[in-house]
């Protein structure tokens, strides 16, 4: 085992920092490159070690690839980067698959589309009576003429319920520090993730090591920790991560003026079509059964165990939550065989190909694959439901999330997920639906408009819901880079890395 150097990481994928309940995202491109390398010299990003009393303030910084360039990391240095990063979130096929079309294609966007690229992303995090002072000071003289602003965005603490009034962040992987999770069998659902799958240079649940850039030693290399699968060559990528960035702007009014019109202004009913469409109710309780068997990685938190000690082995039909819910969409809580077998009897059947299989058995690649750490924030003012069947009055403030997530290999994790679980109208043996909250309900080549949502019961015909409006649009996005501290170093510590 190689333990991972936290004073090494940038403390997001480590806290997520949600002590510090103000935060801001400043956008910004490269004016003067030099000016820039010596802000970002001293800048006070913080790293991932345990610190007692917590910090009160935090500094995070991810790069583009066409940031990278504009501070001077060489063509070939960049090409170690994987081919999504490299090619950014707007290329014509990748905005396809993600759904990105229409209304949400990039060229509508506010940031982050080809009229208005960014460079970095500088993640400013504070409790409220540091949080002015903090971004002054951290800013600096320096800071205008290194970066010109994009645009800075700002969050809301809304204690834990995104926009739609749903309790957010209840469900995310665990991390193996110990790095003990890796190539292996998985009959049941864990909730256990490789440190692989979101720390670049260690191993994932392939048991590989994901592609990154990986240099010959030299000057500018020095401080750079050895690769794990070439100890002769220095790991640019270890210890950092990807970071997906998406501005999702949230219709809450229509969203609550839908569900209450399809259930001809009941209240009750209104509450369950919305909790359907989610995959849990407004305050985060399941819609199937808890069951007994611990999951590995859930942790003995009675609250965590409540929201999360759960599959979807007791809803076969989806009368509980429905296949096309969310929640169920974003996370399938599936292994990697059907049915799970636990004898080993059935295991050795199971592995040989043969035995029985449900109509749904097997229609999802295991979710071990394809797992995100959700890092996002709210803003716009809350709203609740009964409020929202108002009319907007004219100074309606925006309202919707600043989704971040990380992973090691975006084209298998949120690329996957986003493509062939949220996007898709096949997911789960479906038909013409994509996800209710998140889907683009503009035509797709080669697909139908997705404006439906199926709500089965058992013993009974299944309600179709139709005709669901645009409830979130994407209002910018892109793909950067966080490093490691020895990574960023590299970056800005010559004038041609």
């Not at 982050?112 to 951290?138: C, K, R, T, W, Y």
């Not at 010109?148 to 965005?153: D, G, I, P, V, Y």
């Amino acid at each position: 085992m190689n333990p991972v150097d936290y004073a090494d990481v940038q403390g997001l994928l480590r806290f997520g920092y949600k002590h510090m309940t103000q935060a801001t995202y400043a956008l910004v491109r490269v004016k003067n490159p030099a000016a820039a390398r010596d802000w970002l010299r001293t800048a006070p990003v913080s790293n991932a070690m345990l610190m007692t009393p917590p910090p009160t303030t935090a500094l995070q910084v991810a790069f583009t690839a066409p940031g990278l360039r504009a501070l001077g990391v060489a063509e070939p240095v960049i090409a170690g980067f994987s081919h999504a990063f490299r090619g950014g979130m707007t290329q014509e096929n990748r905005a396809r698959e993600l759904g990105d079309v229409g209304i949400n294609a990039p060229e509508h966007w506010e940031w982050g589309g080809p009229a208005n690229e960014v460079h970095l992303v500088i993640m400013f995090f504070a409790q409220p009576d540091a949080f002015d002072a903090f971004v002054q000071v951290s800013t600096g003289a320096v800071w205008k003429e290194a970066f010109s602003e994009a645009r800075w965005l700002k969050t809301e603490n809304l204690d834990g319920v995104e926009p739609f009034g749903f309790a957010d962040g209840i469900s995310q992987p665990q991390l193996d520090w110990e790095q003990q999770q890796a190539a292996h069998v998985e009959y049941d659902y864990s909730n256990l993730a490789a440190l692989g799958e979101f720390l670049l240079g260690y191993r994932n649940e392939y048991g590989k090591i994901t592609d990154r850039p990986v240099l010959d030693p030299g000057t500018a290399s020095a401080d750079l920790l050895p690769a794990l699968d070439a100890p002769e060559k220095k790991d640019l990528g270890r210890n950092g991560t990807y970071l997906v960035m998406r501005q999702l702007e949230q219709d809450v009014r229509l969203f609550w003026q839908f569900v209450y019109q399809q259930r001809g202004g009941n209240a009750t009913e209104a509450q369950q079509l919305a909790a359907a469409m989610v995959g849990r109710t407004r305050a985060g309780d399941l819609l199937v059964p808890i069951q007994q068997q611990p999951i590995p990685g859930t942790g003995t938190d009675p609250e965590q165990i409540s929201q999360n000690q759960f599959t979807f082995d007791h809803d076969p039909t989806g009368a509980r939550c429905p296949f096309g819910a969310h929640v169920r969409r974003a996370n399938p809580r599936n292994a990697d065989f059907p049915e799970r077998p636990a004898s080993l009897l059935k295991k050795l059947i199971t592995l040989l190909g043969f035995g029985p299989q449900g109509f749904r058995d097997d229609l999802m690649s295991s979710v071990r694959f394809h797992r995100i750490l959700r890092r996002g924030r709210e803003y716009g003012s809350e709203l609740k439901p009964e409020d929202a069947l108002a009319p907007a009055p004219p100074d309606d403030p925006r309202r919707g999330l600043h989704f971040i997530c990380l992973n090691a290999n975006l084209a298998r994790q949120f690329e996957f997920i986003q493509n062939a679980w949220i996007a898709s109208t096949k997911f789960s043996g479906l038909s013409g639906e994509s996800d209710p909250l998140l889907g683009n309900r503009q035509a797709i080549p080669g697909c139908p408009v997705t404006s439906a949502f199926t709500v089965p019961h058992d013993g009974a015909l299944r309600q179709r819901v139709t005709g669901l409006p645009q409830f979130v649009t994407v209002r910018g996005g892109a793909y950067f880079f966080l490093p490691s501290l020895r990574a960023l170093h590299y970056i800005v510590g010559t004038d041609d890395a």
